[in-house]
């Protein structure tokens, strides 16, 4: 049983369409997360949901939008997609309250690429 | 604010030799560390982590790592390593005091083992 499961691992996708990427974890954690991995493979954190509330936003286009239906689901959906947008996307959740600490758990990633 | 430095950006080793991946922090607060392993197309996996107690944190696969507070270090050894530890490593921060669970991450290694 996968505990955090993305769909889907590949998309390929024209420039100004919208898509969407689905995560859903199955370890009753709290706290879910997207990050995206740039070409260099650096990552860096997107969006966290803590039980369907946004808790986090970094400075991301609005043209990314999460949504997170219960706490065990948290999609993103991105409109008008740019070449810029190639990444790869990471879904990740974690434990309540002091169990941040203790470390995620990552789904193997949506790789998306723009053309 | 938080930060983390990864000091080489690829480590070429032969198979069976020690190796070790440095990591740098910079916070004004107390944190967690941790490094994760990425083989390739894949997410990512805690290798280790370092919460609190003893400096020498020893993970999964035979890595271990030794928290510097003086030097704020946090680097990663292997004794011996496999030609299957070829694979992206991260090293990442969390403030212990964080309740969103915001990982940083550093920019990542490359191991490469040769035979």
């Known amino acids: 049983d996968t505990a955090v499961s993305q769909t889907p691992k590949y998309l390929v996708t024209q420039m100004g369409n919208d898509k969407s990427i689905k995560c859903e974890q199955n370890l009753g954690h709290d706290t879910m997360y997207w990050y995206k991995q740039d070409s260099k493979k650096f990552l860096k954190i997107m969006f966290s949901y803590n039980n369907k509330e946004l808790i986090i936003n970094e400075t991301v286009p609005n043209r990314f939008s999460p949504k997170s239906p219960d706490k065990a689901h948290l999609n993103l959906h991105i409109n008008s997609l740019e070449l810029g947008d190639s990444a790869v996307y990471f879904c990740a959740s974690s434990p309540p309250g002091p169990g941040v600490g203790y470390g995620y758990t990552f789904g193997s990633g949506t790789r998306l690429t723009v053309v | 604010a938080q930060s983390v430095t990864q000091l080489d950006s690829q480590v070429p080793v032969f198979e069976e030799a020690p190796v070790e991946l440095r990591c740098n922090y910079s916070?004004?607060?107390?944190?967690?560390l941790f490094w994760y392993v990425q083989y390739p197309n894949q997410g990512l996996q805690l290798l280790l982590k370092y919460l609190s107690g003893s400096t020498l944190v020893k993970g999964i696969n035979g890595f271990e790592a030794e928290f510097n507070k003086s030097q704020t270090s946090f680097h990663l050894r292997k004794p011996s390593v496999h030609i299957s530890d070829t694979a992206e490593y991260f090293c990442a921060v969390l403030k212990s005091s964080s309740n969103t669970g915001k990982l940083i991450f550093g920019q990542g290694t490359t191991l490469q083992v040769k035979p």
């Open positions: 916070s004004s607060v107390s944190v967690y």
